[in-house]
């Protein structure tokens, strides 16, 4: 719509996503929900300003006062220094206890299949690899509804939540909602791995082939012509 508004309608515009699950990944047997880590909530993306890592340890603040045993991991790797301003925000809230930073990891899959909620308050996205990554692993994400990808990935209040970018509260209240309601976030999970199947090789495969035979028809057209 925003590429319509900008260049008007005589410009073709398709929207594919650039990522996809394996029929491999969709074949997986489901995490089961009891065997995840109680309260464990992950942060996966680069330590970066837009990325927000900082809302969410500000958030998570709130949600160990309610849930004692809750811990917040976050995973990649920093740019430049701001590894050091994340770390001393945690230390300012008293939270270097329950807040990790683990840095990066060539096993991400084994990091989605154990938490039990994901975060992504983000204040600028494209299409998120790591929303489509964390569903395909039965991960509820809450993620804030910027442009462009979230809205879209996440089946709101069904697979995760959707939240209002610079509203740490909202993110607070999301998580302590979804971790204080177990029964809830299980169907979450479950909904999570069947919101992914949208993204299967053969569903993204087919937003090509669209665009592919659009240029297909142009093209014999113009050899007609």
Known sequence: QDIEDRFGKDIPAFTIPVGFVTDEQI???HQDFSKRQKNLVVHVARLAPEKQQNHSIRAFAQVHKQFPDARLE???YANGDIGKQFR???ADLGVTDVVAFKGYTHDISAVYDRAQLGLLPSRAEGFSLMLLEAQSHGLPMVA???KY???DII???VSGRLTTDG???ELADAMIDLLGH???LAAYSEASYENAKRYSEDAVFKQWQAMLTYFDEKIDAQVTV
């Open 167 to 169: 509203n740490v509260q």
């Open 88 to 90: 001393q925000e945690a």
């Open 182 to 184: 177990q029964d809830e």
């Open 74 to 76: 976050l995973w990649g």
């Open 144 to 146: 804030n509804d910027v």
């Open 149 to 151: 990808g979230p809205s």
């Open 155 to 157: 089946d709101n209040n």
């Open 27 to 29: 074949a997986r047997a």
